[in-house]
DNA sequence: ATGAAAGCGCTAACAT
DNA sequence: ATGTTAGCGCTTTCAT
């Protein structure tokens, strides 16, 4: 910048004006400035702007990994939504670990950013309670979090609910759930989503079947596909096959989709087939898998809001937000 | 900083040797300074040090969009890889097209970085050749690219003659080429694969049938599913079904997938399939959906070495590679 | 309409 | 082992 000044024969200050559109410059200072910055290349160094503006424009979205396809579409929407309202977005991986976690959002990282969408996936709740909030952070997800921070989360135990209701309305009555947690405490997507496929079945009238219940070390498709492989070919064994599956996610549910196909059960003739989190692919896996639809949208939405109001210097008390949640009926469990 | 050290009575400069773990500090001056930090809550601005620094151990992965499975993929492989050489990822989504593009790749927000990996698809050859080069970049896709740049590309005549290949050798005789283009330039991805569909067919001393070629406005699976449908029925009219489909990515093998499921077409009885990217969840789409393997790994290693050396000061001549390819046979094809 | 000075938080280089 | 000086590139404040 000074280069600029000096050959264009006038002060950095007066480049910087013109640089950033300011007025009270000339009209011909603004061309030569112009003609020099373009002779010489020259281009704001962001960084150095950003020490002095004391905040950097740009918000990070931690999620736990790149690869899973709900957080692409996650990512992608807050990108749209921040670029919208001058802002940018930039996506860290954490790792799905607590490790990898807590140094995404140690304040040392997170202060290039001016505000953190934080997924908190693998964080305990001690974990999350120490995180100093000098910087505004929002938290999504499924953990229980302490009360002083803003946090958006899906209808678990409604979605559920209504997940298994549509497939007990339809005349299911051997309802298993991939992914399902025995009875503890709720304090996780598998737990909650366990707990409305339990209130589900007791407004029929039913008793949850709990040794429909599939648990599973992780919620990858591939591990889906292992373990329900395994699980179906011992309920054969036993003639006691479900007649109807509620994944935990859509991820989970492809992999049902897989073990039952191997083993020859048709969807929705022999087992009808439902996941959670309305993945874009999922419409496109034959028949066409039904889905909870967790209503991202609003999600961003209201974490984009609570966030850029923090930043704004909101001192209102933290929200703790649910979205709505309603199905996505496709040939699956038709 | 100067807080720590004026609490803890010594120069700015030892807080800086102590937090920074330098040697030279005593073991008493050092605890001081730490419990000061402690009780003051001091976290370094990384701002500041990378203004200082000139560098800012960030890497910047830009991808046409965050919602695609494939990028997803490779986001997760690279923040692994440079994780593991203490750079740090940040990934941004120029939006697919022109525009989006050319300002994710603004001197001015790259600034930021001190090197980035490009996915260029959207940018035309003219668009490239006009970036500046005082800042690494390494390009990844499968359009042509100016000879100054480095250059990490999949093996698409390849990877697509040896799927095509794959499906003559096993007696299908109408392979059809989902998201494939008639004889042009050979510009990007779809031109390229459908390159290697033909050069297949010689190789078996076929004439490729161009009229099975399936061009698509993008390769979306939602529009592959509409456009395969439409080809599908009037196929069907003229009693010219094909008996194979290679699609041109993945995300159109899921489409052409769903299409043929609707049709009453089966996989692979009455039409076999494979697409090309091999990501993660097409194994778990029944019956198991073959692919070429465009090596990833591969790819990333060599575009994270390329990117590191520049960085390093490396002024060698640009490279421009083309990764492995090979077929992951699934029962789509059997 | 333009400019000079000061300083954002940090560290390399050079004392002591 | 510790401190002083200078400056990274920019903008805010206060002249002129």
Redesign the pocket.
Known sequence: ?SDVARVAG?????V??V??GR????AE?RLRVLEVVADLGYE??LT??R???GRTGTVALVVPRFDHPYFGELAGRFATLLGEKGLHLAVEQSGASREGELSAVSHARLHMYDGVILSVVGLHYDDVDRLRTDLPIVLLGEQVVPERFDHVMMANVEGARLATAHLLERGSRRVAMAGGTPSGPSTGASELRSEGWRAAHRDAGLEPPEDLLVPMPDLEAATAHRVVAEALARARERGALPDAVFAVTDQVSLGVRAALHDAGLRVPQDVRLIGFDDLGLVQHVPPGLSSVDPHNGWIVERATDLLLSRIAGSTEPPQHLVAPASIAARASTA
């Not at 006038?10 to 007066?14: D, G, I, K, N, Y």
């Not at 007025?23 to 000339?26: A, D, G, I, L, T």
């Open positions: 910048m006038v002060s950095v200050m007066t910087s004006n640089v950033n007025p009270r410059v000339s200072t704001v160094n150095a702007k020490l002095r503006a």
